[in-house]
């Protein structure tokens, strides 16, 4: 397929840089639209495109992917990939990429930023301005410096964020699953509970997972020191929002941000509704951790780059639902992509349709996941039309692409 027929729509206003590296690689047939699509007009936008592009709102489900006749992949122009049914889409040979890495320190600013404002008590002076009042008082005003930090989930956003604070002369607490090492003068944590009972400010950088569902519930909640303060710039998931409404009306925290919610409008025209509009010590975002020009121009160029190299050379490289395939380019070579339900013998029987077309196979590449396996091999051969006819035949193969 030439690359000026590759059909791939953008959606949810993502960063015109996409456009602009797509079609510095030749891909020319891009749609942009600035909003999220649901229901049947995600349907009908999906039916007949080759790669979409999504953010957050945006939910590709199963029955999109079963709209989806000729989507080759998906790219998340963000962090999260929960949006997407990654099984189905696995299962149907479509690999889902995202940005893990681009939008980290504009996330660690936005917490950063979170912390002094409520520390200082800001928001609620803020919105007592608003109303007239003057409330000119050093009561309840502290500095971060001294301060201790707790952060659950120290990966790449978390670490980061500690670095930050401790550049504030605050002291980092983080608690993971996972073995981590610190950075800088940051102490893990033996279990979230010693955090949330020692740390003057918890902030939240964890996936939504069925573990980390609502893992800030009423006792979690409860545990946490009176007084402290709660950020929660991760999935809405993650929070208990009328268990955390409840501790700010009874004063057993001093405040909270939050950026991510359970449901979040699908579009800027819609209303937010949520039980925390109503205090003046919590600071309400519209999901805009990584919302930066800065890191949506680096979001849309290291997604574009995955698309791109997976159209033009079959790499699956960062990959969050499929086999990863790194692999060189294969100029001078047809390349062929070869996707299947991973069962025993099926590479005995793509074997057989090379043999009996006697194609010599200058190169190949094989990993699996799961319940599938994703093959790429390099042949030298003229014509591979009934060669690919064959090979789809096979009743394990899932999709079959060449490349030129």
Known sequence: MARNDVRILLLEGVHEAAVESLAGAGYTNVERLTHSLAGSDLLDAIGDVDFIGIR??????????EAAAKLQAIGCFCIGTNQVDLDTARRMGIPVFNAPFSNTRS???LAIADIILLMRGIPEKSARAHRGEWAKTARNAYEVRGKCLGIVGYGRIGSQ???LAEGLGMRVLYYDIEHKLPLGNATPANTLEELLQEADVVSLHIPETPVTRNILDANAIRTMRPGSLLINAARGTVVDIEALAEALESGHLGGAAIDVFPVEPKSNKEIFESPLRRFDNVILTPHIGGATEEAQYNIAREVVAKLVK????????SAVNFPQVTIP???NRRRILHIHRNE???M????RVFSKHGVNVAAQYLETQADVGYVVMDIELDDAGPLLDELRAIPTTIRVRLLH
């Open 348 to 351: 005995e029987q793509i074997n």
């Open 56 to 65: 957050s709102r945006t939910h590709i489900d199963a029955a999109a992917l």
């Open 310 to 317: 997976y159209h033009d050379n079959g790499s699956t490289v």
């Open 161 to 163: 964020l500690g670095i």
């Open 329 to 331: 380019d294969h100029e």
């Open 107 to 109: 996330v660690a600013e």
């Open 344 to 346: 025993p013998g099926v």
